[in-house]
């Protein structure tokens, strides 16, 4: 089973600056990609992107993800009051199991 | 627009068993695959297991092997989770969570959560 870490555990930031989320996979495969999610409190997550880089239906633009085999990043352009949250990173292939990484939370400085 | 929508929230004692249910209404998606994700309080994302409802196989996470079942009810459309031999570790909200299309594990719909409580 393929482990997730997230970095920073805790980044705090003002609206308007840039925020960079790191998730990196135990190992790679063929065929696998990374999903990210946006969690509000008492609320459950939403997608923001999948297959690494693409952006669910209704995400803003300033929300961008790249990387590929171990790497992968969450890139918030241009920070909004409504950012802050906790963001998740999801690793899946092309069968179960899938994993998820213990969060980022992203949080006004 | 899909809609995941739960039952409500138990409270249990430890050793014994819950199930939980999710009906999917609003779409005809039967082979995009529901998932269980639960969340302890404060905790991550735990992904539980899934299942393609029109093929009615589950996946199941290794660490709740034996311990849970996940099946459907196509008359219904409802999706079922049923975790047994319950530990106070299991308290968490169960979330049902569906893939975004065949192929696609990643989860654009979700349920609104469910709330077990394991408690002596």
């Known amino acids: 089973e393929i482990v997730l870490t997230q970095s920073p555990g805790t980044l705090s930031l003002s609206p308007g600056e840039r925020a960079t989320l790191s998730c990196r996979a135990s190992q790679s495969g063929r065929g696998s990609y990374v999903a990210w999610y946006q969690q509000k409190p008492g609320q459950a997550p939403r997608l923001l992107i999948y297959?690494?880089?693409s952006r669910a239906t209704g995400i803003p633009d300033r929300f961008s993800g790249s990387g590929s085999g171990t790497d992968f990043t969450l890139t918030i352009s241009r920070l909004e009051p409504e950012d802050f949250a906790v963001y998740y990173c999801q690793h899946y292939g092309s069968s179960p199991p899938y994993s998820f990484g213990q969060g980022t939370k992203l949080e006004i400085k | 627009q899909v809609q995941l929508v739960q039952s409500g929230a138990e409270v249990k004692k430890p050793g014994s068993s819950v199930k939980v249910s999710c009906k999917v209404s609003?779409?005809?998606?039967?082979?995009?695959?529901l998932n269980w994700v639960r969340q302890a309080p404060g905790q991550g994302l735990e992904w539980v297991g899934g299942i393609v409802p029109v093929f009615g196989a589950a996946n199941y996470a290794r660490r709740f092997q034996g311990r849970v079942t996940i099946t459907t009810d196509d008359s219904t459309g409802t999706t079922n989770m049923e975790l047994r031999s319950l530990r106070s570790e299991d308290t968490a909200v169960y979330y049902c969570?569906?893939?975004?299309?065949?192929?696609?594990?990643?989860?654009?719909?979700w349920g609104q959560g469910t709330l077990v409580t394991v408690t002596s």
């Open positions: 969570a569906r893939e975004a299309g065949v192929k696609q594990p990643f989860f654009d719909s």
């Open positions: 609003g779409g005809t998606s039967s082979n995009y695959a």
């Open positions: 297959d690494a880089s």
